[in-house]
């Protein structure tokens, strides 16, 4: 393996240019965050079309856990392409299918019957969980916080309160979803301090929303990222993640787990949301379980199930490329120790921002779990105001150097390599990145 990063050409290089181009003008605008045109990619590192490699702090949108390519997802996925590519699941019947959904009922948290509807993505899990939620409880309302971000088709993105622009120029959203504060307790929205504020953020729930306007009655669901992604990568107190359930169940409210980006093993547990022993009602999975095949699996208790067909169906949900991609990235979690790996990279990489941090006023505060890491960037660390252009700045200057990167909340930067990925190559990273860092704050 060469020495990685190697910047060869100043990305973008001449073939990455051209490249860019062609997109720019026929490709729907959508969320670019760096000129990098993929060549190939193996483990944690990405050649470009110009011969420059990265290191991939990004991992797809913490799609590729199990690194990029891995040998055994390929082959599942090549070996199922030459026999069969697509019979729909939905409506036919196939092994692979009725493995993995024996197997996510297995593994997600819960010790009852479970069903699983299977889809193309997260954004459509999260669609299937609101439906199943509707169905079962035959209440019209949901409760969301403030900062998440569940995906951007209507119904999810009714329940998505991260950036104004995804929600801009789309009303009327699908109604009834009432949104509350996040424990996001480095930006209390109360100017209150953990502990002594009592987990109020969590408290107001029950004791001015339901006595003063919301009916809870009328509440289906309650949405919540164990680890908010988009948002900023925020964790709450364990304590406000129980208040949470203990009002749900009193209620009769349903609580959906979305571990569309904290799950498959990137927190340093199976599911992030077991790092607050709760148990959901319904779990929504995608990115990382297929290793970059599309999938998003919806799993909740048998007893919430439709019972009737038609209620709920799709056309490539469960498709057989997804499947064997999935069950392989599970059989590579399970037999090469992944989730043991990502919790010890998880504290050197926590480490190694921590002493970022040390070192640079900019960053106002670190945080995250296991090897789902973030820095938040502010220009003042009193005042907390959030410092944006730095944040860009830093972002360019590290694949310019050679490490990709993605932002996250309004002044963030997300830390997910590869679960994976070696000492040495956090190391080589974060060199760099702390370079940027350097850079930008003179």
């Keep these: 393996m060469p020495k990685v990063p190697q910047i060869r050409i100043e990305p973008p290089g001449p073939k990455a240019k051209e490249i860019i181009k062609v997109d720019t003008k026929y490709l729907a605008t959508s969320t670019k965050t760096s000129p990098i045109a993929v060549e190939s990619a193996s483990g944690s590192v990405v050649r470009d079309v110009d011969g420059n490699l990265y290191l991939d702090f990004a991992s797809g949108v913490s799609v590729l856990n199990v690194g990029h390519s891995h040998p055994k997802v390929v082959r599942a996925v090549k070996e199922q392409a030459e026999r069969v590519m697509h019979f729909a699941g939905t409506d036919f019947y196939y092994d692979l299918q009725s493995r993995l959904v024996k197997k996510l009922s297995e593994i997600c948290p819960g010790k009852y019957d479970k069903r699983v509807f299977l889809s193309n993505s997260g954004t459509e899990a999260i669609e299937a969980a609101v439906k199943v939620a509707r169905w079962h409880t035959q209440r019209k309302q949901f409760i969301s ?20 622009v995804q929600r801009g120029r789309f009303f009327p959203l699908v109604p009834g979803v009432v949104h509350i504060p996040f424990a996001y307790c480095y930006r209390c929205p109360y100017h209150l301090e953990y502990p ?10 029950e ?24 948002g900023g990568y925020v964790v709450p107190p364990i304590e406000f993640v129980k208040i949470m359930r203990n009002v749900t169940k009193k209620h009769g409210i349903l609580l959906v787990d979305d571990e569309v980006q904290a799950g498959m093993g990137r927190t340093g547990k199976l599911w992030g949301i077991e790092h607050f022993d709760v148990t959901p009602d319904i779990l929504c999975a995608a990115k990382a379980l297929g290793s970059g095949v599309p999938i998003g699996a919806t799993v909740y208790h048998r007893k919430y199930d439709f019972g009737v067909q038609g209620a709920h169906s799709n056309t490539f949900g469960g498709n057989l490329l997804a499947c064997a991609s999935a069950l392989a990235t599970l059989d590579v979690m399970e037999s090469e120790g992944i989730i043991k790996i990502a919790a010890k990279n998880g504290r050197h990489l926590r480490k190694r921002l921590d002493e970022m941090m040390n070192e640079n006023e900019i960053i106002g505060d670190v945080r995250g779990l296991g090897m789902m890491q973030a820095t938040e960037l502010v220009e003042n660390r009193r005042t907390k105001k959030p410092a944006k252009k730095a944040r860009d700045r830093i972002v360019e200057l590290c694949y310019k150097r050679g490490v990709i990167l993605l932002p996250c909340g309004k002044s963030g930067i997300r830390y997910i390599p590869p679960l994976t990925t070696p000492f040495e190559q956090i190391n080589a990273g974060i060199d760099v990145i702390e370079s940027a860092f350097k850079d930008v704050s003179k």
């Design 145 to 164: 916080f403030i900062g998440a971000f569940h995906g951007r088709t209507m119904g999810s993105l009714s329940l998505t309160a991260s950036k104004p």
């Design 196 to 205: 002594s504020c009592g987990i109020w953020c969590a408290k107001i729930l």
């Design 207 to 230: 004791e001015v929303y339901f006595e003063s306007f919301l009916p809870s009655g009328e509440v289906a669901a309650l949405f919540i990222e164990s680890v908010q992604g988009e």
